[in-house]
């Protein structure tokens, strides 16, 4: 089983119904980092999903941060507001489920048993099922990374200097640890996780789509890489599926252009620090215009991946628009009205697509290293809708993915932050 294969009649997928999926731990411990990673993966599955984030609620309520006390469990009044934001935030995500929501997650510290007790009272009398993901670290070198390279870029520091805004953070923690109680009660259903991903204790934790995030979570990591997206160079053959034909002289010329592009971005993102310059992974699929395309990267590893194969179009290979509409008229008004799903006699549909892709976007998770994916525009289109965290029905087919552009995407606590970077033509 793998992405996107059914709805009910409720719009819930795989019978499961509502999960409430709520974290648990002290900042700077990756809680946002895996909400916002969950809830992309699960849209991009098909699942009804929302994120709640109690520090957004948190700053509608208090427009302005000051300090590190306003954090300080023992400051009454700043424990009130923080409790109505948290219990808003509650309220909506609960309203969002029983509204025809399958999954709600629900970003936020709630650190004492009490909390999280009451949390669970409330969404089992609206028969929510809920799952606590606790994030533990004890490795300071990873809270400290959390801090410099995420939270200091959160609204709250807005306009802060670098170090002041560190320090703040840090003593915010300092407030708050006296006060955390881990979670010590059996009879919950929970997922912890200690130090990212370096152990992982899971509790009471069934159904398949609980299952399936176990198994999500073991890949995910907070450490910080590119990823890089490229069409593959012009072919011999270029509307062809069957030929598998070589790269054309115009398709070469792409090709070492597309290494002079890569190799001044990645030097220009070495020289501040942001990366490794001779840590890149080359994947490409096992047809030979992509893996052509990559023959210029000499000095990187290139690794051929069956499943990043284009879409094979069947009985319509070769064909234009015009043409399929003049000879399988019905079929080509089904994929009008479903681009997503439809599939051509003998082809793939985008759904398809989706769930041969589904391991290697595993495998992009658990990557460490900058990877640079040389593929069919369908590929990189699908690939882009899970980290952008785009829902695949009537979307996925018609987003642009232009061969003279290099796509960079860095994927953050905070969101993807994206570039595009121009492929110059002779």
């Not at 819930?12 to 409430?20: D, I, Q, T």
């Not at 009804?48 to 948190?58: C, I």
């Not at 785009?390 to 995407?409: D, F, H």
Request: proline content about 4%.
């Amino acid at each position: 089983m793998a992405a996107q294969l059914y709805k009910t009649e409720s719009g819930r997928l795989f019978h499961a119904g509502a999960f409430a999926f709520i974290t648990v731990g002290l900042p700077a411990r990756g809680k946002t980092h895996i909400s916002r990673a969950l809830g992309r993966y699960l849209s991009w599955l098909g699942v009804p999903t929302k994120t709640f984030h109690v520090g957004q609620y948190r700053r509608q309520l208090v427009r302005r941060y000051t300090s590190h006390n306003f954090f300080d469990p023992a400051n009454d009044e700043t424990t009130c507001q923080r409790k109505q934001a948290a219990d808003q935030a509650l309220e909506d995500m609960i309203a969002f489920l029983l509204q025809g929501g399958q999954v709600g997650i629900y970003d936020g510290g709630n650190a004492t048993a009490e909390r999280r007790r009451y949390m669970l009272e409330r969404l089992q009398s609206n028969n929510i099922q809920t799952v606590f993901i606790e994030s533990v670290c004890n490795d300071e070198k990873i809270v400290n990374a959390n801090i410099r390279n995420v939270k200091v870029n959160s609204e709250d520091y807005r306009g802060w200097d670098l170090e002041e805004a560190i320090n703040d953070f840090k003593e915010r923690i300092k407030v708050m640890e006296p006060f955390y109680e881990t979670i010590e009660d059996e009879s919950l259903s929970y997922i912890k996780l200690i130090n990212v991903n370096q152990q992982i204790i899971v509790n009471h934790v069934k159904g398949f789509l609980p299952s399936r995030m176990v198994f999500y979570l073991m890949n995910l990591h907070t450490a910080p890489r590119a990823i890089y997206f490229a069409r593959n160079g012009y072919s011999t053959g270029e509307n062809s599926y069957k030929a598998d034909s070589p790269l054309s002289d115009e398709g070469h010329r792409y090709a070492k252009r597309l290494q002079e592009v890569i190799t001044a971005r990645r030097k220009a993102r070495a020289e501040h620090g942001d990366c490794d310059a001779q840590a890149l992974k080359i994947w490409t699929s096992t047809r030979c215009y992509s893996y052509s395309t990559a023959e210029y990267f000499n000095e990187f590893p290139v690794r051929h991946r069956k499943s990043l194969a284009e879409i094979n179009p069947g009985i319509c290979d070769g064909l234009t628009n015009e043409e399929i509409k003049a000879q399988y008229p019905r079929e080509f008004q089904a994929h009008l009205k479903d681009a997503y799903r439809h599939r051509y006699p003998r082809g793939e549909s985008y759904h398809d697509l989706a769930v041969r892709l589904e391991s290697v976007i595993l495998e992009l998770e658990h990557e460490k290293q900058d990877v640079l994916i040389i593929a069919h525009e369908s590929v990189l289109r699908t690939l882009y809708a899970y980290f952008r965290g785009i829902q695949p029905e009537g979307i996925i087919p018609y987003i642009a993915m232009p061969r003279n552009v290099l796509l960079e995407i860095c994927p953050s606590a905070y969101g993807i932050r994206e570039l595009k970077v121009g492929i110059p033509r002779d």
